[in-house]
């Protein structure tokens, strides 16, 4: 089975640009979560989607970021304008529900992300 | 708010030995406890979780175990090899229900 699927893996850049991170998720799973590691703050959560809609962004560390998911098998993650200190591992996660019956988050591989 | 401790940061230990890595948790409604193993370059990778209506869980080399007395659950990996060698982090699912994760533990297993 496909698992998640993130592109680019690695993105460098200078500060300034605009950066576009991309997710497919699992198939059938309904929520989707995007975490950025850092080492000084290790795995936090940005901002998570149930049936492509958003339900708390509150991760979300300022204005320059933004998420978005057109449809079910897409999510995107733009920084604009990007800064160095947005340099981190993005990961995108997806899972069949929150809920009661607790089901596993399955992390793609990340997208290590430098500003210069 | 919502708060996970991991101890200790890192752990080496000899081939064949057992390795224990320990989480408190701050929220007393959390009630589902992953853990997940990340190599370099990968996203995590579930291991092994456990629900907090159950005291113990393993399978095959690993188990987690729960107290939610004291709030405190561990990652117990026996006769270790070098492949379990990697960053190993706990979580703990809150009353928000995000999980929130352990700082991680760099676990070395030397041959």
């Known amino acids: 089975d496909a698992g998640v699927i993130q592109s680019p893996r690695h993105e460098v850049t200078e500060m300034g640009q605009e950066v576009t991170l991309r997710c497919k998720p699992i198939s059938g799973h309904d929520y989707l979560f995007w975490y950025r590691q850092t080492m000084m703050r290790g795995l936090e959560l940005l901002i998570y989607?149930?049936?492509?809609?958003?339900?708390?962004d509150s991760g979300m560390p300022e204005d320059r970021f933004s998420a978005k998911m057109p449809n079910a098998s897409f999510s995107t993650l733009k920084i604009q304008p990007s800064e160095p200190r947005d340099s981190a591992v993005y990961f995108c996660a997806s899972s069949l529900a929150l809920g009661v019956s607790n089901q596993p988050q399955h992390f793609g591989d990340g997208t290590r992300l430098s500003i210069l | 708010g919502e708060n996970v401790e991991q101890h200790p940061s890192t752990l080496s230990v000899q081939e064949g030995d057992s390795a224990v890595i320990k989480c408190t948790y701050s929220d007393s409604a959390s009630n589902y406890f992953p853990w997940y193993k990340q190599e370099l370059g990968k996203g995590p990778q579930l291991i092994i979780d456990?629900?907090?209506?159950?005291g113990e869980k393993k399978d095959q080399r690993i188990a987690v175990t729960l107290n939610k007395t004291a709030k405190h659950f561990s990652l117990h990996i026996t006769e270790t090899q070098p492949e379990d060698s990697a960053v190993y982090f706990c979580?703990?699912?809150?009353?928000?229900?995000?999980?929130?994760f352990g700082q991680g533990t760099t676990l070395q297993v030397k041959p």
């Open positions: 456990i629900r907090s209506n159950v």
């Open positions: 989607f149930n049936n492509n809609v958003p339900i708390d």
């Open positions: 979580a703990a699912k809150g009353a928000t229900g995000k999980l929130i």
